[in-house]
Nanobody, 128 residues
Framework: QVQLVESGGGLVQAGGSLRLSCAASGSIYVSNAMGWYRQAPGKERELVAIITGSVRAFYYADYAGSVKGRFTISRDNAKNTIYLQMNDLKPEDTAVYYC??????????????????WGQGTQVTVSS
């Protein structure tokens, strides 16, 4: 059974930065994609970034348009951990952020299939 633990959220002013971490334990396959979702109050959970497993030693990343150029996803397979570096944060980035292990190794947000396993999430609040 996979367990996911997110951390790194907090309160930050607009224009600031945060780095989220997600530590995974259990049966994690380094060949599977992993992703970050977020859910703002009153809104549906949305996928904001994914990173593939190794594809001939290369890792592909894809981002939602609203975060492209500001967020960077990365992974450390040795630590079973993925990260989300968030720069130039905006009030509309305020949400609970969740990581997820993919069922496949899709290279784009559209190809990503989530596993249905969620951590407790970490709150990110951006003040204006």
């Amino acid at each position: 059974q996979v367990q996911l633990v997110e951390s790194g959220g907090g309160l930050v002013q607009a224009g600031g930065s945060l780095r989220l971490s997600c530590a995974a334990s259990g049966s994690i396959y380094v060949s599977n994609a992993m992703g970050w979702y977020r859910q703002a109050p009153g809104k549906e959970r949305e996928l904001v970034a994914i990173i593939t497993g190794s594809v001939r030693a290369f890792y592909y990343a894809d981002y939602a348009g609203s975060v492209k150029g500001r967020f960077t996803i990365s992974r450390d397979n040795a630590k079973n951990t993925i990260y989300l570096q968030m720069n130039d944060l905006k009030p509309e980035d305020t949400a609970v952020y969740y990581c997820n292990v993919g069922r496949n190794n899709g290279r784009t947000l559209g190809e990503y299939v989530n596993s249905g396993v969620w951590g407790q999430g970490t709150q990110v609040t951006v003040s204006s």
